[in-house]
């Protein structure tokens, strides 16, 4: 990888700000400030190989704790420091979402609104029918009724003499979040705020004309791949499906009857996923212990490949087809993840959804000095989100003006993530199709199993 900047003045550790990602295969850990020009700059990055994690849920907080601590030591030698508070990315099946309004009549109605009276009104908001195991992850403004008009931008310096906040509420269960809480405590952090995955690799792909026009950001994970819809400048639509690319390297595993970090580096470097396509080239495994290699063709292999991506592709599309937003996504589909490096992805997701795809990279997102080119991979489009809140919460911290996240602000959900999820999952007959591939195997066990195995970086 390339290296250029050895030498900067040193930072002031109050200007800075922190994000984890607690990804299924690996974790990283960013901090980073904003420089004089305004832009986000990463100071140090650390991205390590992720224990414990399974389908996006902390599994062994053990193994999570070390995993993380590796990061942040890494991302710490880089910058010289490392925040203590940090903004932490959430996925998972147990997140689901719910509406809730709050209203307030102004004692002085021609007194331009302030920021207070609108982080007051939100605060109030907390108040959701919540289950005994769950709790508010995170409240975010879909839009303002003033004057009995619809406002989605922050109503703030507006005259009113009632205003309404619409808002999204993001709420996920105790225990699994816990779980997190215990990891990032252990190794001396605190958690500033979670944040939802889906929201946060969205953050850092799409540009406001994108999300003016209408997109839907499709992240493909290793064990996760998270769905975010937007639409007039507003999120719409939010899902997390509980598979990724791991299940490729998986089945690669089980067609080739080899290691799955073997299977890994196949489907890296031979893999495409439209089987007319590719090569007729042949890869040579070589034998264990003495025994022959064997020969497949990068065709035989590509149809292994073509399989499970469409079956992934599949499961995005009904999720993009429940939220009702399918005909109103006129800068298509903007596809990220480490997933979606698989060659060929793009070609099949436009052939499949009848949409042009483009693979969303967090490049121009932040700037990183020492190593220019990280981010030009789309694997850290969670990382990046997160990191941009977290400058967008430190400036608010700070005190200095913001404008409302817009890209947080949401208009429409019909159904709770969770209940959408369980649609999902009995549309697709995931354990069905597992069962398929796994043959008579226990796929229950090989299903928990599969996402919790280790890559090679
Ligand atoms: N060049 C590549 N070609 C194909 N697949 C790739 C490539 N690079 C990475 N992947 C796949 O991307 C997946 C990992 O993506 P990513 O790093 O975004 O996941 P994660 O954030 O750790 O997991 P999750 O978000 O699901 O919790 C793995 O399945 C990996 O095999
Ligand atoms: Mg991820």
Do not use: W
């Not at 436009?350 to 991979?377: C, W």
């Amino acid at each position: 990888m390339e290296s250029t900047v050895t030498h900067r003045a040193p930072i002031d550790e109050r200007k800075a700000f922190s994000a984890i990602d607690i990804g299924t295969t690996k974790i990283v850990a960013l901090t980073g400030y904003r420089n004089e020009r305004g832009e986000i700059e990463v100071l140090g990055c650390g991205s390590v190989t992720s224990n414990g994690v399974t389908r996006g849920n902390v599994v062994n907080i053990e193994l999570v704790v070390q995993s993380i601590k590796t990061a942040v030591e890494k991302a710490h030698a880089e910058a010289g420091f490392f925040c203590k508070k940090v903004i932490v990315g959430v996925a998972g099946q147990h997140i689901r979402s719910a509406h809730n309004r709050n209203a307030v009549n102004r004692d002085k109605p021609s007194q331009a609104i302030t920021q207070k009276e609108i982080d007051n009104l939100k605060a109030e908001n907390r108040h959701v029918n919540l289950d005994i195991d769950e709790e508010i992850i995170d409240v975010i403004p879909q839009s303002y009724l003033i004057n009995s008009q619809h406002v989605t931008n922050t109503p703030v310096g507006m005259a009113a003499h009632r205003v309404e906040g619409n808002y999204h509420v993001v709420i996920g269960k105790t225990e699994a979040l816990k779980n997190i809480r215990t990891a990032i405590t252990r190794i001396g952090l605190e958690l500033q705020s979670f944040m939802l995955e889906p929201l946060a690799s969205a953050k850092s792909v799409t540009t406001p004309e994108e999300r003016e026009l209408g997109c839907a950001v499709i992240d493909i994970g290793g064990g996760t791949t998270d769905i975010a819809i937007y639409h007039d400048n507003t999120v719409k639509f939010t899902e997390v499906i509980p598979f990724g690319g791991n299940v490729i390297t998986y089945d690669i595993q089980e067609a080739f009857k080899m290691l799955f970090n073997e299977a890994e580096t196949m489907k890296i470097t031979h893999a495409h996923c439209i089987q007319d396509a590719a090569p007729n080239d042949i890869i040579t495994i070589p034998g264990v212990n003495g025994r022959a290699p064997r020969e497949y063709t990068m065709k035989t292999l590509a149809g292994i490949t073509q399989c499970r991506m469409e079956e992934i592709i599949d499961a995005a599309s009904y999720v993009i087809e429940t939220s009702g937003y399918k005909n109103h996504l006129g800068a298509g589909i903007i596809v990220t993840g480490g997933g979606s490096e698989l060659k060929d992805l793009p070609q099949l997701l436009s052939f499949k959804m009848r949409n042009e795809t483009k693979i969303g990279k967090p490049l121009h997102a932040v700037r990183y000095p020492h190593q220019p080119r990280t981010f030009n991979s789309p694997k850290y489009a969670t990382a990046v989100g997160l990191l941009m809140r977290a400058a967008e919460v430190h400036n608010y911290s700070a005190s200095e003006p913001i404008a409302a996240p817009e890209q947080e602000i949401i208009t429409a959900t019909k159904e709770t993530v969770e209940e959408k999820t369980k649609s999902v999952m009995k549309s697709f007959g995931i354990k069905g199709f597992l069962k398929g591939i796994i043959g008579n195997k226990n796929y229950d066990e090989e299903y928990a199993k599969q996402d919790t195995r280790i890559l090679v970086e």
